[in-house]
């Protein structure tokens, strides 16, 4: 029986997810996919959004996110157990997508404070971007809205806001440029790191001075498995800019 592509990529997703720790070559998850090495590449960036070493990297951090939350493990051992040799490294990785050290998230219960601040001046003229965010599910807690520069989410938005539910929001001060819509929330009986993420997409927009961007709809759903994992931390407060 023929697999298709998206089955083939699977296997390779799947393999993966089952060791996160170990080294796997571009060659040996082509031969896991049943491709060929030159076409593995392309093929995995369409399926899953992202080239196949940053997903593993993605998955790596995952289930170090995980570990912080649930072992007494030092942040050096979760950082050898999840494949990397060097604490610096593994640390300067996780601060990087996650968007705050790894003691920290462990210590904030994998979660952060958002202070809403306005953009740097060399962004340039920003303007507060609208729309209609709808979910099906029954969530616990809050709904987060940013605007990063990449479709994969990573470390800290450049504007964000943070909504009780679903329903109109509004982000403000995003700055001039190209930017992606992304929204994360738990359903109920979630949690922060893995159980039952919700997640959205709005696509990409681009905000110029002096040109209104059009409002954005779109529909929280539950995750597919060959999404790459959601890395930056959810944000638990929403505070003022500090005078």
Partial sequence: MRLSTVDSIALAVRA??????????????AQIAMFSKFHFNRVFQEVTGIPPGRFLRALRLAEAKRLLLTSGLSV??????????????FSTQ???????????????????????APP?????????ITGQLECSVDLAGTVFVGAFPEPTPRSVPVACTVLPGPGRFRIENVPAG???????????????????PVLGSGGQLEVTPGKSTPARHFRLRPPSPLDPPVLPAPFAVQVP???
Avoid: C
């Fill in 16 to 29: 993966m997810e089952a060791d996160v720790g170990r080294t796997f070559t571009n060659a040996q998850l």
């Fill in 76 to 89: 050096t051992d979760i950082g050898t157990l999840v494949g990397y040799s060097s604490s610096g490294t």
């Fill in 94 to 116: 996780f601060k990087h997508n996650v968007g705050m050290p790894p003691r920290e998230f462990r210590a904030n219960d994998g979660y952060r404070t958002l202070v809403l």
């Fill in 120 to 128: 740097p001046p060399s962004f340039g003229a920003a303007q507060d």
């Fill in 178 to 196: 190209r930017w992606h819509l992304f929204s994360l929330a738990s359903a109920r009986g979630g949690s922060p790191t893995h159980d039952r």
């Fill in 241 to 243: 800019h500090p005078a």
